[in-house]
């Protein structure tokens, strides 16, 4: 199947009967049990692409195409509507609407009276008739003439009241949809019943609607926006007055209803309202704008398929359907194994996503996902993405199943499978193998001849659950251990007590601090001096550093407060004591000249590319950026216009271009070595 884009034109017959066929099918689909082979984005783009089609083509229309028809023509139903339930015609943009919006005022002859501007709501219209001011009848759009009795679904409506305020005949109509809130506690029932999870929030509501029988409830909401037998009221003033007699509307929630005189301020609103549409707690596929007074909706009168007085200027939608690529497994801090989809990347509301969630692997088998699928992604505001279902019947027969760990991703122990959330059999301890790894790693403590197995081996043994416990090793606990002579012991307890005096940016690296690496690491010590002043530093402070923005600096402190209890052993055992002459601030030490912290790089932004070779060769990334920062420079991996000097060994590529081409200087290894002679480590 194609998919089209928004600017895709048919150019051919066969794609014109291809794309009908397509349209006609996901339009039954969605209005029949509410699943939707296409995205939102995807339908709208495939219907104006055929609609521009028709227009070019007239004598080759086909009877069933989706165009000009309520519901895309596939709706049925068998209860007449008293009055057609009408859709409403789209704009996508600004300069669409208020060409709209002119032609209105054309056809009026005379400046709309005023406008009111409100949330589409992303659900489905219902008519809900009242007798007495009682709720007796509840039917779906359908067809937009008649539609399909869903009374029994009524009490799961919150919004819709079974008693108005008064005892008047009226029929309320709306839209109903499951909140954030409701689509998710749905899912949560639906996965406890062994059924399938709703894709996303809308089929959920439209399955829900019709289904009879289900040995549980799901609950819904209402929002009412317009009415069958009441006065001639604005549109404000009718929304007012739904809401009197105990209805839910909009004006109930962040994205009220409002008035407003120009277009201008139309525009001003719908911009709002979609700024709104993250934080709203429930999903909104466009705002409808409409002609506020009774006299000019009158006066504007309906299409056969669209009102004139209203039109829904679409939002982007927050589905999307991409490919799902690969299953990452990640291994948290309690050693609980997740999985996270790895997604060809999509752009869902102006952000691009590349991952989602998968929740847990008996939720991938639920779902049936296999890699290579066309997924549903869906992501509103702040929420993680996540993966709600495949599009089975889009299957190529290239795709394969996702394929489980074994072991832990991690430390490669086994896997507790017993539970939904599988988790590493060592629990909070896979933390600690890999954080033992981490800080005796080259770049952190750099303690020789403690590699994975040798830190699985002490941690089984009990003897280390954290960093600290290494400094209190002794040589008889050791030598207590399998494969341990005397040798490797001795060994490993002199790279340890060398370790005990390591920089304070390596030990500060080693505690791995999330949002902290080598480089950043460096920084904070070079600010702070000693570990007791970055420990005395809040979240403001530490925005102080050079790359740390407000966001990072409260995960920071965050960090720092929880590892106090690791950091307070450490501290008893001399570790990360030494102090390090802080550094000016980068501010001052920028403006160059009289840059008081001496050394041969004083005042220097230096950028090391390609590999080093004489007697820098030896040394990791990290210790030349040590090495830069002891001579009184600043390291930085980019070259910039604030670079001053460029090291380029070896293979140097873009860096070493970009240089040249900036005018900076660039030495060779050798050359910088020179430079640098005092200060190289004496290994
Ligand atoms: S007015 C004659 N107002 O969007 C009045 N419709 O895509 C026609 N919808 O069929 C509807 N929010 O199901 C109106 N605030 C709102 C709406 C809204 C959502 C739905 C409704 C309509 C569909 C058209």
Same mark, same amino acid.
């Given at each position: ?9 048919? =150019? ?15 339009? %039954? ?5 509410? #699943? ?21 083509? &007239? ?24 009055? *057609? ?67 029994? %679904? ?6 819709? &009241? ?16 499951? #909140? ?63 809401? /009197? ?11 009220? *209803? ?95 996503? $590349? ?34 279902? &495949? ?82 090793? #002794? ?61 005395? +530093?809040? /979240? ?45 601030? +980068? ?9 008081? +912290?001496?050394? *041969?790089? /004083? ?9 080093? $070779?004489?007697?820098?060769?030896? =040394? ?62 004496? $290994?």
């Amino acid at each position: 199947m194609t998919f089209m884009t928004e600017n895709s034109a048919l =150019l051919s017959p066969a794609a014109y009967v291809e794309a009908v066929t397509t349209a006609v099918a996901a339009s %039954a689909a969605y209005y029949g049990d509410g #699943t939707t082979p296409l995205g939102d984005d995807e339908y709208d783009g495939l219907l104006r692409a055929i609609a521009a089609y028709e227009e070019a083509h &007239p004598d080759e229309v086909l009877a069933e195409s989706p165009t000009g028809k309520v519901a895309g023509g596939a709706a049925q139903g068998d209860v007449p509507h008293s009055v *057609p339930m009408l859709s409403l015609d789209n704009v996508f943009d600004a300069d669409e609407l208020a060409e709209w919006a002119a032609g209105l005022e054309r056809r009026l002859g005379r400046p709309v009276a005023a406008w009111c501007v409100e949330p589409k709501l992303d659900g489905l219209a219902i008519a809900a008739r009242y007798r007495g001011g009682r709720l007796v009848q509840v039917l779906t759009r359908g067809d937009g003439l008649a539609g399909e009795d869903i009374t029994h %679904a009524a009490d799961a409506v919150l919004g819709l &009241p079974p008693v108005l305020t008064e005892p008047i005949d009226v029929e309320l109509r709306g839209e109903v949809l499951l #909140t954030t809130a409701q689509f998710e506690e749905a899912n949560r029932i639906r996965l406890a019943h062994e059924a399938t999870p709703f894709a996303h929030p809308r089929s959920g509501a439209a399955g829900t609607l019709r289904a009879k029988d289900r040995p549980y409830r799901i609950e819904l909401t209402f929002f009412a926006y317009s009415a069958i037998g009441l006065d001639d009221l604005g549109h404000v003033a009718l929304l007012e007055r739904l809401a /009197a007699l105990g209805a839910n509307t909009a004006a109930s929630t962040a994205a009220a *209803p409002m008035r407003c005189e120009t277009v201008e301020q139309v525009q001003e609103r719908i911009d709002v309202i979609a700024g709104l549409r993250t934080e709203l707690p429930f999903g909104i596929d466009g705002v409808v704008v409409k002609a506020d007074t009774a006299e000019d909706q009158r006066q504007a009168g309906n299409g056969s398929r669209a009102p004139r007085w209203a039109v829904a200027r679409k939002l982007a939608a927050e589905h999307k359907v991409t490919r799902l690529l690969a299953v990452e497994w990640n291994v948290g801090r309690t050693g609980i194994i997740a999985p996270r989809a790895v997604l060809e990347p999509v752009v869902i509301d102006g952000v691009t996503v $590349t991952y989602a969630t998968l929740h847990n692997p008996s939720d991938i088998t639920r779902r049936g996902l296999m890699i290579g699928d066309q997924v549903f992604v869906y992501r509103a505001g702040d929420v993680i993405p996540r993966v709600e279902a &495949p599009l089975a019947d889009q299957r190529t027969g290239a795709e394969s199943p996702i394929v489980f760990p074994e072991a832990c991703p991690r430390c490669g122990d086994a896997i507790d499978t017993s539970e939904q959330r599988w988790r590493c059999v060592r629990g909070r301890s896979c933390q600690a193998v890999a954080s033992v790894i981490y800080a005796a790693g080259r770049d952190q403590l750099d303690i020789e001849g403690l590699g994975g197995t040798r830190a699985i081996q002490l941690v089984e043994a009990g003897l280390v659950k954290d960093i600290a416990d290494l400094f209190t090793l #002794t040589r008889e606990q050791l030598l207590g251990l399998e494969r341990m002579g005397e040798t490797s012991t001795t060994n490993l307890l002199a790279a340890i007590e060398t370790a005990r005096g390591a920089a304070l940016s390596r030990v500060f690296c080693a505690l791995g601090v999330r949002g902290t690496g080598r480089t950043m690491s460096r920084r904070i010590a070079a600010h702070f001096g000693s570990m007791a002043a970055i420990r005395a +530093a809040d /979240a403001d402070t530490l925005a102080g550093v050079d790359g740390i923005g407000t966001e990072k600096a409260r995960v920071i402190a965050a960090e720092l407060l929880e590892l106090a209890p690791l950091l307070d052993r450490l501290q008893a055992q001399q570790v990360g004591t030494q102090v390090t002459e802080p550094q000016k601030p +980068a501010a001052d030490a920028s403006d160059g000249e009289d840059d008081s +912290a001496g050394g *041969p790089l /004083a005042g220097q932004a230096v950028v090391v590319t390609g590999s080093m $070779t004489g007697p820098l060769a030896v =040394l990791s990334r990290n210790e030349m950026n040590e090495l830069i920062e002891r001579a009184g420079g600043k390291a930085s991996s980019s070259v910039s216009k604030r670079t001053t000097l460029v090291v380029a060994g070896e293979k140097a590529g873009s860096k070493r271009t970009k240089a040249e081409e900036l005018g900076i200087r660039i030495l060779d290894p050798e050359e910088f070595a020179a430079l640098v002679a005092g200060l190289l480590p004496t $290994t």
